[in-house]
């Protein structure tokens, strides 16, 4: 990284390794979520290797950097100071450790989902159900394709959910995905079920993220930070904030009261 490079992405305590912690999030955030949950070993020992760290413990390494990267969302500025062509320059290096903050809050975020078992069975052993002396028979309710069960897929059938147990129990499928029009020979699938954590089991990294999410002065300075980034007049959707949400909202069994 070259120094006018180093100038532009150092925060405004000159501090090029907080800077370095957030660079790195934003990359390890574009990974899909599962691929975040195989290389965790990995991802943690890039910690060992990149935060200095005061404790062995990767864990406390994770949360020192988690709290690194909270508390800079709290570096908020006035609500009437926005983005112009004039100030372009100044507001976009004042703005980028925060940016930054969002898209390390939201990896942080996806790697503390609990950790699922899989395993993985032939299409025979799920589907078919074999008899001794007769032939295999499949299910009628799991043949591949177009089904009247499975006619919500499309736009013009879909019907969204009512209630709450009603969207829980919805599989949204992509007509494109294999498997849709055809079964593939082997198929992966979770064992164990969703286990969402309480205030009592979870870790202390989560812990961390969870105690800042139910801060009612937090979340509003992350909505303000949120409302910073838009254009007057435009709203722009934010896959980084999208997950952020979503992730601390479905792992954990109490909802953020300040988000109604």
Partial sequence: MNNSLTTMLMDQRDDIEFTWHLILFSELVCARGDTLLIYKQMI????LRCIHVVHKDAYEAIAMAAKNLLKSLSDLYPIDYRLSVENIEEPFIDFLPIRYAVIGVTALCRLQKPPRI?????????LRHVRQHSPIIIDEKC?????????WVTINNYKPP????????TCFLDKPFHG??????????????????????????????YDRFIDK????????????????GDIDFSKNRF????????????????FT
């Fill in 243 to 258: 997950q952020m949400y979503k992730v601390r909202i479905t792992n954990m069994d109490r909802r953020v009261p300040f």
């Fill in 162 to 169: 009512d209630i709450q147990i009603e969207w829980e129990q």
């Fill in 143 to 151: 043949y591949p394709g177009d089904r009247e069960d499975n006619l």
């Fill in 118 to 126: 899989y395993m993985e069975k032939s299409i025979d052993e799920i």
């Fill in 44 to 47: 943690m020992s890039v910690f």
């Fill in 217 to 232: 002065n937090f979340v509003i300075q992350l909505a303000q930070s949120s409302i910073f980034e838009e254009d007057e």
């Fill in 180 to 209: 849709y029009y055809k079964w593939p020979n082997v198929i992966k699938y979770c064992m164990n079920k969703r286990v969402r954590y309480t205030r009592d089991t979870m870790p202390e990294q989560v812990a961390i993220l």
